[in-house]
T-cell receptor, first 115, second 113 residues
Framework: DAGVTQSPTHLIKTRGQHVTLRCSPI?????VSWYQQVLGQGPQFIFQ???????GRGNFPDRFSARQFPNYSSELNVNALLLGDSALYLC??????????????FGPGTRLTVT | AQSVTQPDIHITVSEGASLELRCNYS??????LFWYVQSPGQGLQLLLK??????LVQGIKGFEAEFKRSQSSFNLRKPSVHWSDAAEYFC???????????FGAGTRLTVKP
């Protein structure tokens, strides 16, 4: 079985632009979470979606939004990009809500650079 | 909300030596606890997890960790380190009450030949 896949692998954007990152969970998994990992730090939780509903949100501004599709894939959107949004964006999938069984599997990430 | 502290930013050990990476968490109830490893440019790989039951958990690649409630700790150990273990290690805590996972800042492991 394929693991969690993310696209694109790398992305370079200019300040003020908009970006969309994509994630496909492991087959059979219904939950997707998004994390931001700034260089030299641990991942920070952005969103969790389960069964197409938002189940958790981290401390990120409204410029960050996400959605989950009927096939359980997910998009993370970031508007009005700032230099500080430069990071590795990780997607993780799990079979149920994180609060239920906790175990997540991570994708390789999308490296976003904002110039 | 839950939180995690990894006191050691960088640790260097010789190949074949034992390893212990420290992790302290803060959470009012019994947490889920995890150790992940991240190689440069890669995503996170789960090494082991604690949900409940036996406080000594075994993971992949010869790693183990012990949950000590009285010390709010979940330290990662390996009896003999291999050069391929050089990577960044993250401790994480999840909560049954919410749906997010909090990660520590990570410990970078360097293995000397």
């Amino acid at each position: 079985d394929a693991g969690v896949t993310q696209s694109p692998t790398h992305l370079i954007k200019t300040r003020g632009q908009h970006v969309t990152l994509r994630c496909s969970p492991i087959s059979g998994h219904k939950s997707v979470s998004w994390y931001q990992q700034v260089l030299g730090q641990g991942p920070q939780f952005i969103f969790q979606y389960y069964e197409k509903e938002e189940r958790g949100r981290g401390n990120f501004p409204d410029r960050f939004s996400a959605r989950q599709f009927p096939n359980y894939s997910s998009e993370l959107n970031v508007n009005a990009l700032l230099l500080g949004d430069s990071a590795l964006y990780l997607c993780a999938s799990s079979s149920g809500p994180v609060g239920l069984n906790g175990e997540q599997y991570f994708g390789p990430g999308t490296r976003l650079t904002v110039t | 909300a839950q939180s995690v502290t990894q006191p050691d930013i960088h640790i260097t050990v010789s190949e074949g030596a034992s390893l212990e990476l420290r992790c302290n968490y803060s959470y009012g109830a019994t947490p889920y606890l995890f150790w992940y490893v991240q190689s440069p440019g890669q995503g996170l790989q789960l090494l082991l997890k604690y949900f409940s039951g036996d406080t000594l958990v075994q993971g992949i690649k010869g790693f183990e960790a012990e949950f000590k409630r009285s010390q709010s700790s979940f330290n990662l150990r390996k009896p003999s380190v291999h050069w391929s273990d050089a990577a960044e290690y993250f401790c994480a805590v999840g909560a049954r009450a919410n749906n997010d996972m909090r990660f520590g800042a990570g410990t970078r492991l360097t293995v000397k030949p």
